[in-house]
């Protein structure tokens, strides 16, 4: 059995993930579209989100599950990093609650 590939992540995202963690408990993490450089991931809840045979685990950001859709996953690099920047979540993807979003660096 092979260990999941760690995604690194910064302490601002590492802040959010434990936040959202708190008020909503196990989280997903989704790219539905587009990987270079400021791939969007959405943030849900574990049970508001149905994974079809297109989603493909690329990793784990701090205990977070990330999946991305398998057209884009061929694409994206090799070398990720979950952080954080100001706006608003997109789609249907929690708040964190503080003007800033998740975003995938490459």
Known sequence: MTSMRQIPITPAAHAALDQLRARH??????VTGGCCDAGTPLCLAEGDIILGQRD?????CDGVPLYRMSDEAEQCPVSL??????????GFSLDIGDGTRFVLRG
């Open 81 to 90: 990093e979950l952080d954080v920047e100001p706006g608003r979540a997109v």
């Open 25 to 30: 408990g196990r989280l997903v993490l989704h």
């Open 56 to 60: 493909q685990l690329q990793g784990v």
